[in-house]
């Protein structure tokens, strides 16, 4: 059964930098497209950021490009994503995601995680 365990959040401060890690198991963590996706209080769930299953493509959204990386460790089964110039817009529980088609990540997605929430105060 595949599992996908978020962590790294927390509250900082506008400006400040968070690093959130994905670890997954339980399936063959090569063989999927990864996603970040988040929520905020009374908004629907928005992608943020995919990465193809080598690492060599990614597709962010246009409110975090410049910000926020993408990364993956195939050895590790794990992802990243580091988050830099955090503003309080950014405030949400930021999710984990896996899926089949990168081309698809953005609507669809087979996997998710529990989540993790970041709060940036102003």
């Known amino acids: 059964q595949a599992q996908l365990v978020e962590s790294g959040g927390g509250l900082v401060q506008a400006g400040d930098s968070l690093r959130l890690s994905c670890e997954v198991s339980g399936l063959t963590f090569s063989g999927y497209a990864m996603a970040w996706f988040r929520q905020a209080p009374g908004k629907e769930r928005e992608f943020v950021v995919g990465?193809?299953?080598?690492?060599?493509?990614?597709d962010y959204a246009d409110s975090v490009k410049g910000r926020f990386t993408i990364s993956r460790d195939n050895a590790r089964n794990t992802v990243y994503l580091q988050m830099n110039s955090l503003k309080p817009e950014d405030t949400a529980v930021y999710y984990c995601?896996?899926?089949?088609?990168?081309?698809?990540?953005?609507?669809?997605?087979?996997?998710w995680g529990q989540g993790t929430q970041v709060t940036v105060s102003s």
């Open positions: 990465i193809n299953r080598s690492g060599g493509r990614t």
């Open positions: 995601a896996a899926g089949g088609a990168f081309a698809e990540l953005r609507v669809r997605a087979n996997y």
